[in-house]
């Protein structure tokens, strides 16, 4: 099975930058489909990033072009998410997916799941 652990959330000021990762165990490799996803208080979980290394190809929600950055490091099944510009609209629980196949942001695609972390803009 795949274990996803995020980290690197917290706590910035509007204009500022946070780097979240996500490390995979189990079966990740670089065939599968990684994104990044968020849900606030309130609102329906939405797409943020998504990357498929298989193609080449990643998404980024309209919200995020141009701030956000998704990379991903295979040799350590890890999953980035630079942020900058960051502005309180950004705030949420930040989670990191993956799935066998592209689902690009469609969250409801994904199977596997890890915890979250909160990321708050003020």
């Known amino acids: 099975d795949v274990q996803l652990v995020e980290s690197g959330g917290g706590s910035v000021q509007a204009g500022g930058s946070l780097r979240l990762s996500c490390i995979g165990s189990g079966y990740v490799d670089s065939r599968i489909c990684m994104g990044w996803f968020r849900q606030a208080p309130g609102k329906e979980r939405e797409g943020v990033a998504s990357?498929?290394?298989?193609?080449?190809?990643?998404a980024y929600a309209d919200s995020v072009k141009g701030r956000f950055t998704i990379s991903r490091d295979n040799a350590n099944n890890a999953l980035y998410l630079q942020m900058n510009s960051l502005k309180p609209e950004d705030t949420a629980m930040y989670y990191c997916a993956a799935d066998e196949y592209n689902h690009g942001l469609a969250w409801r695609q994904y199977q596997h799941w890890g915890q979250g972390t909160q990321v708050t803009v003020s």
């Open positions: 990357i498929w290394l298989i193609r080449g190809s990643t």
